[in-house]
């Protein structure tokens, strides 16, 4: 990246290019594939780290929140001008640090890291009020737009919730399996089912967990499949073109030093987890984002050169046809790495 930066997002923009933005900084860049390079676009209106990006229905990018000098401040990045512009303010002070979810009807849900949901409305430009989380337990939360329209917030493993738009409730579903609460990683590989691994946990030992468990829309419960084939948290978790879900670096132990280059690939025919290559420079706190190639750009806001993940037979990411009329990728990031990693950008 043209520099070093930490707490940023990175979106995939429908030209295929990615949108890296924010980190302690005001600035944003645009990496292109075509070329393998970054360029600097337009400024953000403030400094921000932590925050949240999500790309709307009309190809703008919905950044909003986290630690900023404007913490209830959102704004919209344009990329046929590139430049970014104000738009309506949050209700609570940082919520962007939570997660941020496109809906099927094409607003945006924000549960924010108070336990208080907000809607953003893009053809009004404005936020509103929704319902109260059921269970707060702090920490920062990742989420899923499910098949049928709910969406799936994951928060400390101990009170996942749906959020039912039509009412605009929360409720209460399964609890996770063989997850610790701390530095988990999520992904939508097919099926409509949600994949969650490892973690950490101050309840030890064991600290860190391999484990893998699945949730399902349909029962509302969450299944244990194969574990990793090495305990890790702070990972990120990319659902590949054919499927199948790259699970990439992390800590793999307790002190600083423990960050791992190693990756694996979750088959979720098979419900196993096999070694792929290892990364090229050992990460953590990075983003992993599926390109339209089905080839997956990683970078930990270090100034040292990002990496491409070539999947023995890339598979160009799937697209899908979303209710109000526009094609998007299924790759798209939906959430603060994700990009948690996140759940895909």
């Not at 299944?223 to 073109?241: D, I, K, V, W």
Request: net charge negative.
């Amino acid at each position: 990246m043209t520099i070093a930066r930490s707490g940023y997002t990175a979106t995939l923009l429908p030209s295929g290019k990615v949108l890296i933005a924010g980190g302690n900084a005001a600035t944003a860049e645009l990496y292109d594939p075509a070329t393998g390079t970054f360029t600097r676009t337009g400024d953000m209106t403030t400094p921000r780290s932590n925050h949240s990006a999500t790309l709307l229905p009309d190809g703008k990018v919905l950044i909003a929140g986290g630690s900023s000098l404007l913490p209830s401040s959102a704004e919209l990045y344009d990329p046929s001008t590139g430049t970014f512009s104000s738009t309506g303010d949050m209700l609570q002070a940082g919520a962007g640090a939570g997660a941020a979810i496109l809906l099927a009807n094409g607003t945006v849900l924000i549960a924010d890291d108070a336990g208080i949901g907000e809607i953003y409305d893009p053809v009004a430009g404005t936020f509103s009020a929704t319902g109260y989380e059921l269970a707060y337990l702090g920490g920062r939360q990742q989420g899923a737009l499910l098949a049928d329209g709910r969406a799936l917030l994951l928060l400390c493993c101990r009170a996942q919730q749906l959020y039912d738009s039509a009412s605009g409730t929360f409720s209460l579903t399964g609890i996770m399996t063989g997850i610790y609460e701390d530095g988990f990683a999520s992904a939508l590989p097919p099926a409509g089912k949600v994949l969650v691994t490892g973690g950490y946990s101050e309840e030890g030992p064991p600290w860190l967990s391999a484990g893998a468990c699945l949730y399902d829309s349909a029962t509302g419960t969450f299944a244990a499949t194969g574990n990793m084939e090495t305990p890790r948290y702070y990972h990120t978790a990319t659902t590949l073109g054919d499927g199948t879900v790259l699970i990439a670096g992390g800590y793999v132990g307790l002190t600083s030093a423990s960050v791992t280059a190693s990756a694996e690939i979750y088959d979720p025919a098979a419900g196993t987890f096999a070694p792929t290559g290892d990364m090229t420079r050992v990460r953590v706190n990075h983003t992993a984002t599926l390109l339209l190639d089905g080839t997956v750009l990683i970078a930990d806001g270090s100034t040292t050169p990002a990496e491409i993940y070539h999947p023995v037979q890339p598979v160009p990411a799937p697209v899908f046809v979303l209710p109000w009329g526009r094609c998007a990728r299924a790759g798209r990031h939906l959430g603060p790495r994700d990009g948690t990693g996140n759940i895909g950008q």
